[in-house]
């Protein structure tokens, strides 16, 4: 029974720095989402895939976040140039095509100093 | 857009006591509601979901029940114990690509 895997577990990095953190989806899942989850443990969505594609993102996605989901190699979100704002918790999290269910990983915690 | 709004943001509990956490959401195409529970420095743990054309579903000590006219959800956690401890999150999702999450209810269970 394989899990979502979420490295590093803690970044740190200075403003204006480039913060990449990676995820591997369960076994089978298609599907993978990225959320940032503030310390006020609001949820926002970034970036969605199915399989290679990118189904839906976010205005900031676009401008200052790249991601990918290259088959065969781990899912990847990236920041550019980290900001103070970006400091959260990412969390990803995949399902399989036709369940609704979403799976998380523990998540990578960014610290924008 | 969809706002998930779940109530209390925190409650504290004796150990062995019934807890209900409500949930409410705005979008009325929003058809399937899972919940998670997320401990301190742990991955966010599914324990239960119910989709719109459901109004009651059971998993050992969870409960949940769904009115579709008023928009409402509500998880009732009976026996509890200090394992259940954790940040308790409501999401609603319109089926496709879309889960909307609550700002989570702040769960602790006293010995």
């Known amino acids: 029974n394989s899990k979502v895997i979420q490295t590093p577990r803690y970044l740190v990095k200075g403003q204006g720095q480039k913060a990449k953190m990676r995820c591997i989806p369960e076994?089978?899942?298609?599907?993978v989402f990225w959320y940032q989850q503030n310390k006020n443990n609001e949820f926002k969505f970034l970036i969605n895939?199915?399989?290679?594609?990118?189904?839906?993102q976010i205005d900031m996605t676009e401008k200052r976040f790249s991601a990918e989901c290259p088959s065969n190699s781990p899912c990847s979100l990236e920041i550019q140039s980290s900001e103070a704002g970006d400091s959260a918790l990412y969390l990803c999290?995949?399902?399989?095509?036709?369940?609704?269910?979403?799976?998380f990983g523990a998540g990578t915690r960014l610290s924008v100093l | 857009g969809e706002q998930v709004e779940q109530l209390p943001s925190s409650l504290i509990v004796q150990e062995g006591a019934s807890v209900l956490i409500n949930c409410s959401y705005t979008d009325s195409a929003s058809v399937y509601f899972p919940w998670y529970k997320q401990e301190p420095g742990k991955r966010l743990q599914f324990i239960i979901d119910?989709?719109?054309?459901?109004e009651r579903k059971q998993n050992q000590r969870l409960t949940l029940l769904f009115d579709k006219k008023t928009k409402h959800l509500s998880l009732h956690i009976t026996a509890t114990q200090p394992g259940d401890s954790a940040i308790y999150f409501c999401s609603a999702s319109t089926g496709n690509y879309k889960y909307v999450f609550g700002a989570g209810t702040r769960l602790k269970v006293i010995a």
């Open positions: 895939f199915q399989n290679q594609e990118v189904l839906q």
């Open positions: 999290a995949s399902r399989q095509g036709s369940q609704n269910t979403l799976y």
């Open positions: 119910i989709r719109s054309n459901m």
């Open positions: 076994k089978g899942h298609p599907v």
